[in-house]
Every structure is written in structure tokens, then in C-alpha cells.
């Protein structure tokens, strides 16, 4: 009876060691998943605030850049990716250099074609932006050690935050629109004074049919835009006219006054 019972003993503390071996199985997985996911949680976060920020600050500084309203200054690639670079690192020490952008338009929409998308590696100085970029959207991916999980060989974790921001593209301002197709001088400056336009100027005068048209020394110009003498008409902008010929040569739609200048 004493060597029965102590086999039947034996035989459960084996049961004991397997179930207990079992249970702290589950209950490493279960520490893993809280410790491990919800550190996972604050990197996803932090990548997450990363790319807002950086997808914000760059689509700020191409707010007045000429890629996106045809005015202002162009930040080149050496400062997008720094900028981006430096937020990254700010917020999101994980992600490191992992990260991805992609210029947008004023519609939110990615651009095609080289140089649409960068990298911390597209910091060339003599490159810029694409045409027409407003905006752009990047994603972090953050990279860190487990705490428990290499317990079941997983050795590295990985997150993603991704952001997009954009300007709506505006084009360049306009400081006077005409539309009268025949009427002569649509834009006509007196005889003294000063007239300053800031910003382009569109005439839609049928200049070929104006009573205007002249010609001197080989050019054949007209007076859809005039400045008398003694008047200074300054354009900060571009002045934009239809086409238009005189005696089969293409007319200048300027008055003689501004050849001269």
C-alpha cells in the first residue's frame, strides 16, 4: 500500500509541474501583452504625433513657396528634411531615420514623378520641391526591443504613425482683371501720378481690333496698356494679354513708351 501511494503521489506532482509550467506560459504571454503592448501604444503614439507635427510644419512652409502659390520662396530638400528630421527625433526617438514623406498638391492629392516622395536621405541642398506641392503626408515607423516578448522569440517590435497636411494652392494674385474684348486702354496711366499694381494683371482686349495699333522701327505694337508721359504704371506681377497681329506680325500690346524703359 506505502509503494502505491507514493507512485500515485509522484505521478500528480508531475501533473502539478506541467500545469504550472503551462500557467506560467499564459501568464508571461498575458505580462507581455500588457507591458510590451502598452509600451507598443506609447510608440505608435509618439510616431503618431511625429507625423502630424512634421507633415504640418512643412506644408507651413510651403504655404507662400512658389511650388504652391507661384509666389514667395521655396524651402529647398536640405531644409524639408531637416525640419521633418528634427520633429521626428523631438517627439518619436524610435523612429529614428525611419520615416517616409510624399509632397501633396492643394487638393491633398500625391504628386508623381521624381521627387515626390523623400527621405532623410533626400537632403540635397540644390534640390527643391516639385511644381504644384502644397503639402505633404509622412509616415514614422518606430522600432524598439521587447520587454518580455523575446521570451516567445520575437525580438523586435514595430509601430506606424501617418499624417497628411496641405495648402490649398491660391495661384498667383491678381491685381486687375479686364474683360472688355475691344474697348482701347484698359489700363491707362494719366499724365502724372503714380500707379502701382501688386500682382498680375489679365487684359482680354481684342487688341487687333483696337484703333491703337501702330508701328515703329519693325515693332507693331497697341495700347491696350498705356502710360502718358509724365506717369509712372509699375506691375508687380505679369501682365497677361490675348494674342493678337498686325499686318501678319504678332503685336506687342504694350504702348511705345514702355520699349523705351
Known sequence: MTSIRRAREDSESGVVLIIFALA???LLGMIAIAIDGGYGFVQNR???NASDFAAFAI???LNNASTCNGVGTTPNMAQVVAMAQDVVKDNAPNVGTSWTGHFLDGKGNPLAGAGATFTSASSNASNFPPLGACGASLVAVPTWKPFFAGVFGVNQLSGNGNAKATNIGQGPPYGIISLN???PHAILGGGTGTFIVNGDVIVNSNVANQPWTE???SWQYD???DA???SNLYVYGTINTVSGT???????RLDLCFGAA
Open 46 to 48: 509618439q510616431a503618431q
Open 246 to 252: 498686325y499686318t501678319g506680325e504678332p503685336l506687342w
Open 223 to 225: 495700347d491696350a496698356i
Open 181 to 183: 474684348k475691344s474697348g
Open 59 to 61: 506644408s507651413q512652409q
Open 24 to 26: 506560467m506560459v499564459i
Open 215 to 217: 508701328s515703329w522701327n
Open 228 to 230: 502718358k508721359s509724365g
